[in-house]
């Protein structure tokens, strides 16, 4: 037992889902600003890089790496609704090229502002948890503690997400608003509302994810931390469809194992181009997404 | 004036030629006479104005959103570095066709799943592949020399044709490779000719259907999949050329010039001259060879100290806070905006005209 738990493919699978919890959580956070308002938020990453900066700067504060982790949570909220009110709203109803392009220079801008404030430098987070594998009959196991902690944070942070959505007024109304707006209104939902309120959850949802990251053992805080992880989810939430939040999470963990595999296997510069090609053949065998339902484009 | 002005309506081409040739003629009595340093903005501005005539074709007309010609241009700029590497002695004009060449290749390859992808997924996986081509580039260390970059062997004498029509010879005290902006010069001419033509041939308008609505578009008897494809191998082709330029004028390439940022940068400044027209890819040309030096001229003149870490981010700040401006306030950019106010203008006063003449019949 100890042998087949310790083997290179079971830890190949159990560092691939480490790495796809994060995957899966940026998916996630593009998923829930896409149903909202179709608009596909490429400044996620940054926006969630500087709300993880400005969350654990307080520890300069002596503030405790529990509360930084805590706060980081309504930093990004707060940078995610300023983002739609701002720069997004005015945007609905224009042509589709305006969004991306204002979410492109978004990120630019972001990601230039924390090396103005920070540096470029990479920043060690303190995270009071080992990243000493645990041992399994003297041979060494894929986790750590610090491995269990990233995966729980995320497994607590997604399962939050889905009760709200699931068992709450509140995440009815989001659903609603996110499936039939017009009809959402008329029955007294505060439509316009939902959608900041959706960026709102996207952005603490990429929050967490740019902590997780940064937690990691060999990285930490860096501007441009959140680039290859936005990149393979972006591609994670393209193949499961980027109206499906299930969809999204379980791509995401898929695409971390793929990218444990390839990186063991063959070469981790390989990556991006192995899950370019997965998004292709999907997309051409499946456009609308693996999880998700063909809709009918209005003509 | 009045012949021009029916020569540009009633014999197009014939007005597109001669304007090329003006504007390139201009050009090269102006990198005659300036200082070396202007030249080899002059060149890169060219090289870049080339990229970007290829964007604004593939988003402004065809409606697709590549936010990966930064990795377009890189294998332009690959192609055309190996090559010389390899046969020093290829004339420039035969590399440069194989840097357009290869780079359509690739265009091909990515433009085919893009007939499959609309707006956000395209935008989404072309953002991919900008992020994915300095791996890429690493991944063939053999060929390209990972990080370290390929230096060009000096480039041989100046081709026999330009020495002979254009007289460029090596100027009195500059570096005796400056005839390369004159080649940077024609080829942008070259490059703009036969793009001018194709925004306003039967393709071109087919792609601006296609952009305003593709059932029309299909009604009319336009493939979508073949324009949308069509689209994506000019701009790469035009994208392959133009790196193939920088990297010849610059003399050497490294994967770190083809991050994600340059080609947020090429965006950013086609957006502000005016996405989907011709000299709006010409002032965003200019503004990329120039916005460098502009920025540390802006950094001194504010008595930043250039190692500090707003001066070493000023340039994402200005690139992306302008082009959210310029999103949000004048999405036609420059040239764009312009157009619009002479418009107006013009029916403004026509409509004042009209409303001045019955008064003065009565």
């Known amino acids: 037992m100890d042998a087949f738990l310790t083997s290179r493919v079971v830890t190949d699978i159990l560092e691939g889902i480490v790495q796809g919890v994060v995957i899966g959580l940026v998916a996630l956070g593009l998923v829930l600003v896409w149903r909202a308002t179709r608009v596909l938020n490429f400044a996620l990453g940054a926006i969630a890089t500087l709300a993880a900066y400005l969350g654990m700067g307080l520890l300069s504060y002596h503030v ?29 109803g224009k042509p589709e090229l305006n ?9 630019f801008l972001l990601e230039a502002v924390v090396g103005a404030i920070w540096s470029t430098t990479t920043r060690a987070i303190p995270v009071p948890f080992s990243f ?15 491995s269990v902690f990233q995966i729980c944070a995320a497994l607590v942070l997604a399962l939050a997400i889905g009760a709200l959505f699931r068992f709450t007024q509140l995440g009815l109304q989001l659903r609603a608003t996110a499936h039939a707006p017009e009809t959402s209104r008329l029955l007294g939902v505060r439509v316009s509302r939902m959608l900041t309120l959706g960026w709102m959850l996207s952005c603490s949802v990429g929050a967490v994810a740019a902590v997780i990251v940064a937690a990691g053992f060999a990285t930490g805080l860096t501007p441009s931390e959140m680039e290859a992880p936005f990149a393979i989810g972006f591609i994670a939430a393209a193949v499961g469809g980027l109206d499906s939040p299930v969809g999204a999470l379980v791509g995401g963990v898929a695409f971390g194992v793929i990218e444990q595999f390839v990186t ?5 510069n390989l ?12 997309l051409v065998l499946r456009p609308q997404g693996v999880f998700s339902r063909p809709v009918a484009r209005r003509v | 004036m009045k012949a021009l002005a029916s020569l540009r309506t009633e014999r197009p081409l014939l007005w597109r030629a001669v304007a090329t040739i003006v504007l390139v003629g201009i050009a090269l009595v102006v990198s005659d006479q300036v200082s070396a340093l202007t030249d080899y903005y002059l060149a890169d501005a060219a090289a870049m104005s080339i990229v970007m005539v290829g964007l604004s074709f593939l988003t402004g007309l065809s409606g697709q959103v590549s936010l990966g010609h930064g990795a377009f241009m890189g294998v332009g700029a690959y192609t055309a570095a190996i090559w010389a590497v390899h046969h020093a002695h290829t004339p420039i004009v035969a590399n440069l066709a194989l840097a357009t060449v290869v780079g359509a290749l690739v265009g091909l390859l990515v433009g085919l799943p893009a007939t499959r992808l609309r707006g956000p997924y395209l935008a989404g996986m072309t953002i991919a592949i900008a992020v994915a081509f300095t791996s890429i580039i690493s ?18 004498a100046p081709p026999r044709w330009l020495v002979q029509y254009l007289h460029s010879t090596p ?16 080829t942008a001419g070259i490059a703009f000719f036969f793009m001018a033509n194709l925004f306003r041939s039967r393709t071109g308008r087919a792609m601006r259907l296609v952009r305003e609505n593709e059932v029309a578009a299909e009604i009319a008897g336009v493939s979508l999949p073949r324009a949308r494809v069509l689209a994506f191998v000019v701009a790469a082709a035009c994208a392959g050329l133009g790196g193939g330029l920088t990297t010849m004028v610059a003399g050497s390439v490294a994967p770190s010039s ?16 005016g996405i989907g027209t011709l000299s709006g890819a010409l002032i965003g040309g200019l503004l990329y060879a120039y916005s460098s030096s502009w920025i540390t001229s802006l950094v001194n003149a504010t008595g930043l100290k250039p190692t500090s870490n707003l001066a070493a981010s000023l340039d994402g700040i200005i690139f992306g806070g302008l082009l959210i401006i310029f999103v949000l306030l004048a999405p036609l950019g420059l040239v764009g905006t312009a157009r619009l106010v002479v418009a107006r203008r013009l029916r403004a006063s026509r409509t004042s005209e009209a409303r001045a003449r019955p008064s003065t019949t009565t």
């Open chain 1, 64 to 92: 405790g790496f529990w509360w930084c982790f805590v706060l980081c949570i309504p930093f990004g909220m707060v940078l995610g609704g300023a983002t739609e009110r701002i720069v997004v709203r005015p945007l609905y």
């Open chain 2, 258 to 273: 083809f991050e994600l940022g340059l080609s947020i940068e090429i965006l950013t400044l086609l957006v502000i001259g």
């Open chain 1, 99 to 107: 969004p991306i392009v204002a979410m492109v220079g978004l990120l």
């Open chain 2, 139 to 156: 991944e063939f260390g053999s060929w390209t020399n990972g990080d370290q970059g390929l230096a060009l062997p000096t480039p041989v």
């Open chain 1, 264 to 268: 063991d296997y063959l070469n981790a």
């Open chain 1, 271 to 282: 990556v991006l181009p192995v899950a370019l090609g997965i998004l292709i053949l999907a």
């Open chain 2, 171 to 186: 100027k009195a005290g500059r570096p005796g490779n400056m005839w390369l902006a004159d080649i940077a010069i024609v």
């Open chain 1, 132 to 146: 000493i594998h645990w041992t399994l009959g003297g041979r060494p196991f894929a986790l750590s503690p610090l």
